[in-house]
């Protein structure tokens, strides 16, 4: 079985500062994906960013960037410069399927607040 | 560009009822996911197809069932409705070899 683990039900920013959210997983899987969605108040799934077990570079989308510890079984994801518009619920997400595709575990969401 | 498409985008229904929800995934691809997510929850796997036949089954009800039509278009059957069942019911869809899948903006099912 796998699990997602999301320890922090609320975070708060400064608009232009800098934050990292947290993300601990399980798996026994050697090759899996992991993701991170944004979920805004429409309730619409937006993927932010994605990492493959198997790179160990950290996967960087612009702003957004993930710091992944394989052994540690940890991705957070950190977002600079934030901006009023990345308010939002955060989800990290595990595919221990071994493909890109496949069903997805969940984290219990972090909700993100950036004050102006 | 196409995006994974749901209907209705709001679904209210009485205890008891049967409702039908329906994804129309982006063109080509060949995987359908639907994901039900309650009231400040996580969103937790239904079911999945691929090409037409269901390729894995999660915290599915047995009162729910669902199918992959030849147009690759699914839907999701509820019947004997029941109040825990209002929630956001997402549809995702992926081509196989792809990375990744895209979600839909979900249908809203309350349950009164």
């Known amino acids: 079985a796998q699990t997602v683990t999301q320890s922090q039900p609320e975070m708060s920013v400064q608009e232009a500062e800098t934050v990292t959210l947290s993300c601990t997983y399980d798996?026994?899987?050697?090759?899996?994906?992991l993701f991170w969605y944004k979920q805004p108040p429409s309730r619409q799934m937006i993927l932010v960013i994605r990492?493959?077990?198997?790179?160990?570079q950290n996967a960087t989308e612009n702003r957004f960037s993930v710091n992944f510890q394989k052994a540690a079984k940890s991705f957070s994801l950190k977002i600079s410069d934030s901006q009023l518009g990345d308010a939002a619920m955060y989800f990290c997400?595990?595919?221990?399927?071994?493909?890109?595709?496949?069903?997805?575990?969940f984290g219990q969401g972090t909700i993100l607040t950036v004050h102006p | 560009a196409a995006g994974v498409i749901q209907s209705p985008r709001h679904l209210i229904k009485e205890k008891r009822e049967t409702a039908t929800l329906k994804c129309y995934p982006i063109?080509?691809?060949?995987?359908v996911y639907w994901y039900q997510q309650g009231p400040g929850q996580d969103p937790q796997f239904l079911i999945s197809?691929?090409?037409?036949?269901?390729?894995d089954k999660g915290s599915i009800p047995d009162r729910f069932s669902a199918q992959q039509f030849s147009d690759y278009h699914s839907e999701l059957n509820m019947s004997s409705l029941e109040l825990g069942d209002s929630a956001l019911y997402f549809c995702?869809?992926?081509?196989?070899?792809?990375?990744?899948?895209?979600f839909g903006s979900g249908t809203r099912l309350t349950v009164v």
């Open positions: 197809f691929y090409e037409k036949m269901q390729s």
């Open positions: 798996t026994s899987e050697s090759d899996y994906y």
């Open positions: 990492q493959e077990a198997y790179k160990q």
């Open positions: 063109p080509r691809h060949d995987t």
């Open positions: 997400a595990l595919n221990a399927g071994g493909t890109s595709y496949g069903k997805l575990t």
């Open positions: 995702a869809s992926s081509l196989q070899d792809l990375y990744g899948y895209t």
